[in-house]
């Protein structure tokens, strides 16, 4: 059975970093593409960032763009999200997401994605 297992969420103050980190078993992760979204009460799930699976293409948000970093370790099944310059409007729960092969090359869309995470809570504080 797939586990997916996110850490890294929690109480910053605005203008610092956080780096999220999803780690996925029982699955050939360096066969999917992985994805970030993220929710903030009241809003839609929204795509934040992607990395395909050969780590050749990328895609992030224009919201998040030049203060996040989505990278990926095969090695350790293990997708991250490095966070700076964070401010309150990032605030929400963030999910990773991951689908076999495809591409990234632009806003991910939830329904290709079919293993979630649980998610981690990001909460920025002016």
């Known amino acids: 059975q797939v586990q997916v297992v996110e850490s890294g969420g929690g109480l910053v103050q605005a203008g610092g970093s956080l780096r999220l980190s999803c780690t996925i078993s029982e699955l050939t992760f360096a066969y999917y593409t992985m994805a970030w979204f993220r929710q903030a009460p009241g809003k839609e799930r929204e795509g934040v960032s992607c990395i395909s699976w050969s780590g050749s293409g990328s895609y992030y948000a224009d919201s998040v763009k030049g203060r996040f970093t989505i990278s990926r370790d095969n090695s350790k099944n293990t997708l991250y999200l490095q966070m700076n310059s964070l401010k309150p409007e990032d605030t929400a729960m963030y999910y990773c997401?991951?689908?076999?092969?495809?591409?990234?090359?632009?806003?991910?869309?939830?329904?290709?994605?079919?293993?979630w995470g649980q998610g981690t809570q990001v909460t920025v504080s002016s």
């Open positions: 997401a991951a689908k076999p092969y495809g591409s990234c090359s632009g806003p991910p869309a939830e329904y290709r994605y079919n293993t």
